[in-house]
T-cell receptor
Framework: AQTVTQSQPEMSVQEAETVTLSCTYD???????LFWYKQPPSRQMILVIR??????QNATENRFSVNFQKAAKSFSLKISDSQLGDAAMYFC?????????????FGTGTRLQVTL | NAGVTQTPKFQVLKTGQSMTLQCAQD?????MYWYRQDPGMGLRLIYY???????DKGEVPNGYNVSRLNKREFSLRLESAAPSQTSVYFC????????FGPGTRLTVL
């Protein structure tokens, strides 16, 4: 079974600075998807960024980028120029490539605080 | 286009009571999912439905039943609620990039 580990329960960053959230996963498969979801206090789950394992290039979405290290099974999220609105829980998630309804396996989350 | 909607947003039950959580999506997605979120444990899959008329167990199905009423609707039923089912419940749709509903906070006393 796949597992996803987020070893940082809480992180803090000053506004305008850069922070990196860590995620490792365990799988025996060679092709899969990885995601980062954001959950602000409103509770809504919002997709931040996704990475296909077969793509060597790291995904980027505006201020959000990932460092995908397939051999190390590591998938970290970098937030640049942090803003107060980035304060939230961040969840890393894994999904198999095959299967019409493959489920997401989530990590336990990292709570990010953004300070002035 | 409302996306994924869930009702109710909050609910308090007594032990042994039953209730159904409703979920609907208007994006014509085949796959739908029910998750629960507990502190320190992330989201865990309860049940999912790959298409209308099919349902399958996820990681934590005990104490729950589901119905895929049609392509739009996927309900979650607690037949006899227990305090261990106190949680936040999320419905989601689409297999690839899952879209989530706003969640239901359920408290079982």
């Amino acid at each position: 079974a796949q597992t996803v580990t987020q070893s940082q329960p809480e992180m803090s960053v000053q506004e305008a600075e850069t922070v990196t959230l860590s995620c490792t996963y365990d799988t025996s498969e060679s092709d899969y998807y990885l995601f980062w979801y954001k959950q602000p206090p409103s509770r809504q789950m919002i997709l931040v960024i996704r990475q296909e394992a077969y793509k060597q290039q790291n995904a980027t979405e505006n201020r959000f980028s990932v460092n995908f290290q397939k051999a190390a099974k590591s998938f970290s999220l970098k937030i640049s120029d942090s803003q107060l609105g980035d304060a939230a829980m961040y969840f890393c998630a894994y999904r198999r490539l095959t299967g019409t309804a493959s489920k997401l396996t989530f990590g336990t989350g990292t709570r990010l605080q953004v300070t002035l | 286009n409302a996306g994924v909607t869930q009702t109710p947003k909050f609910q308090v039950l007594k032990t042994g009571q039953s209730m159904t959580l409703q979920c609907a999506q208007d994006m014509n997605h085949n796959s739908m999912y029910w998750y629960r979120q507990d502190p320190g444990m992330g989201l865990r899959l309860i049940y999912y439905s790959a298409s209308e008329g099919t349902t399958d167990k996820g990681e934590v199905p005990n104490g729950y039943n589901v119905s895929r009423l049609n392509k739009r609707e996927f309900s979650l039923r607690l037949e006899s609620a227990a305090p261990s089912q106190t949680s936040v419940y999320f419905c989601a749709s689409r297999a690839y990039e899952q879209f989530f509903g706003p969640g239901t906070r359920l408290t079982v006393l």
